[in-house]
């Protein structure tokens, strides 16, 4: 299987700040990447997809880039609902895994 | 715009057979690859499996012996059986869709399910 992994695990930033998490790949994913956004409480929810595609309804602050094995998501100006957990997830092959997170915090 | 439901007990006794349903609503149970997702508290995701619209289903390896998921067309559901369970099985488990190329589009708010005695 593809073994997704997050770095960091946290990230301390303030509002406004621009914010980059960083995910990478055991193995070629190509560019079926997503990411997803977690707050308390709820179920995660699609961000971005095919590696830099906005999900509908998702900010412009939000942009995804990378390839093959290495994958970015930026946040360009925190605002005070991003504060979250942000997973990455492949789904070039079964099964799909998910990295481990990493939690945007204040 | 879809919407999923996941249902089932809440609490199972180790050793039993864990069984939740999930429903669709608002769109078609067709063209989809249908998933089960799940998260023990405060730790991350991992995805169990998934039943096709018709009927073939590929299972997370580190579960496949013990994972069986159907679907049924006619009321928009498909459902997840896992047997002899243990605490480590104790998650909330989300349903979810997964479209080809786009990964995982819509999700179920969620059940959690613990295990006990």
């Known amino acids: 299987e593809i073994v997704m992994t997050q770095s960091p695990a946290t990230l301390s930033v303030s509002p406004g700040d621009r914010a980059t998490l960083s995910c990478s790949a055991s193995q070629s994913a190509s560019i079926n990447l997503a990411w997803y956004q977690q707050k308390p409480g709820q179920a995660p929810r699609l961000l971005i997809y095919?590696?830099?595609t906005r999900a509908p309804g998702i900010p412009a602050r939000f942009s995804g880039s990378g390839s093959v094995t290495e994958f970015t998501l930026t946040i360009s100006s925190l605002q005070s609902e991003d504060f979250a957990i942000y997973y990455c997830q492949q789904y070039n092959d079964w099964p799909l895994t998910f990295g481990g997170g990493t939690k945007v915090e204040i | 715009q879809v919407q999923l439901r996941e249902s089932g007990p809440g609490l199972v006794k180790p050793s039993e057979t864990l069984s939740l349903t999930c429903t669709v609503a608002g769109g078609s149970i067709t063209g989809y690859y249908w998933s089960w997702i799940r998260q023990p508290p405060g730790k991350g995701l991992e995805w169990i499996g998934y039943v096709y619209y018709s009927g073939s289903t590929n299972y997370n390896p580190s579960l496949t012996s013990r994972v069986t998921m159907s679907v049924d067309t006619s009321k928009n559901q498909f459902s997840l059986n896992l047997n002899s369970v243990t605490a480590a099985d104790a998650a909330v488990y989300y349903c979810a869709r997964v479209t080809r190329g786009l990964g995982i589009d819509y999700w179920g708010q969620g059940t959690l399910v613990t295990v006990s005695s």
């Open positions: 095919a590696t830099s």
